[in-house]
């Protein structure tokens, strides 16, 4: 795999030849900054270093995206699969002493080459794995959802709190540059009163046997892993907290989604401004990925609206064309602002946006399960 570091390291006097590249790491300047809990310094100012906890699929794809990184760097790891490690290490320079386990991972408080832990493993280990690193004294960044209900996400934001560290959520949409142009157009009142917004987010599961598929580790079906784009999107495209929720389930093949496996839910969202939302989450259609918002002066679609990218989308003022980004590089020198710069970003990612998300998934399951509309506080 190509990475600007690999590149660097090929040249020789990496350090000087780093110098002459905008945005790219010097390894001199990574070395010999004191190294404390507040990042190190690289040439674009402060350096979040990361330890990824959960070196799966999506651990993988962030780890590759953070080689592009200029203020974020991968430096540990923290895996239940002792054969991963080397291959980590080589691939990505990690050192020894930045290798961990499950059972000796808390010693990692007496690190102080690591600012953060990125938890990236399955939805029911996300509360004990980051309530362990806030306790060992680390930032903590963790994959979505967050947790399996929001009682266990309060109890990790309170951690976090109790801890004296930040809970972030890897809610990589919200720096993505055509999202972002969306909101912006609808906070300057370019969209008119926002009426309604459609979400769909979908598709086909595959292998019965992987963690998703088992309620104990996922702590749910589609809603828990894709149509919480559509739960998180809703407010975010709005731009409100819904007041009311109902949902119905459907479920045509039983036999591949067993109980707790949610197949496919659709759900209505009610927001204090009169707005509605109707969205629907599957795992059973091939490649749903669509949000459209509609306003009474205009309206905005992305389609596809969540995937990896390209994001792609269009307004009543024509094709949207701000620019294709690597989310997860994007994602994680945005985070290294928030954390070592305080940097606000424009939708949240914090502990706080995740504990949101929960409350309506909640609602949504207890929807389902009851035919009642639930109310919320909004
Ligand atoms: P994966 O199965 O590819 O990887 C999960 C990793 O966790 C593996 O390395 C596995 O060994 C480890 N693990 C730790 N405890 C485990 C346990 N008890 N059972 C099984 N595996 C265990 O899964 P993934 O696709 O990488 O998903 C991990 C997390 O990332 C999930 O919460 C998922 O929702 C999230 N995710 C987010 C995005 C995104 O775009 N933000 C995309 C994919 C996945």
Known sequence: MYSRRNFLQK????????????????????????????????????????????????????????QACTKAKLVGVISGTPAKIPVW?????I????CYNYDNFDQIKNNPDIDAVYVITPNATHKDFVIRAAKAGKQVICEKPMALTAAESREMIDACKA????????????????????????????LGKIRFFQGLSGFNSGDPN?????????????????????VN??????????????????KTDPARFVPGIDETI???????????????????????????????????????ATGYGPTKGRTNKGELT?????????????????????????????????????????????AAKTGQKVQLKG
């Open 210 to 230: 992987q963690w998703r598929r088992n309620p104990k580790l996922s702590g749910g079906g589609s809603l828990m892993d894709i149509g919480i784009y559509s």
């Open 95 to 98: 050192p020894a002493k930045n």
């Open 322 to 366: 701000q620019p294709d980004t690597v989310h997860q590089t994007v994602q994680m020198d945005e985070m290294s602002g928030i954390l070592l710069q305080g940097h606000k970003p424009v939708v949240p990612v914090d502990g706080e946006e995740a504990y949101r998300d929960a409350v309506v998934v909640d609602a949504i399951y207890q």
């Open 266 to 304: 659709q759900f209505q969202l009610g927001f204090p401004s009169g707005a509605v939302a109707s969205c629907l989450s599957t795992y059973n259609m091939d490649n749903l990925d669509r949000f459209f918002l509609d306003g009474t002066a205009g309206y905005a679609e992305l389609l596809p």
């Open 163 to 190: 801890a004296g560290v930040h809970l972030l959520v890897g809610y990589r949409m919200h720096f993505e540059p055509k999202t972002l142009e969306v909101i912006r157009m609808r906070n300057a009142g370019e």
């Open 89 to 93: 290490q080589a691939k990505y320079n």
């Open 233 to 250: 999107g809703a407010r975010y495209m709005i731009g409100e907290e819904p007041s009311w929720v109902t949902a119905q389930e459907t």
């Open 11 to 66: 040249l020789t006097g990496s350090a000087v030849a780093a110098s002459f590249i905008p945005g790219v790491l010097s390894a001199a300047a990574l070395s010999a900054t004191a190294v404390s809990s507040a990042g190190c310094t690289g040439v674009d100012g402060p350096v979040l270093r990361v330890a990824i906890l959960g070196l799966g699929s999506y651990g993988t794809r962030v780890a590759d995206a953070m």
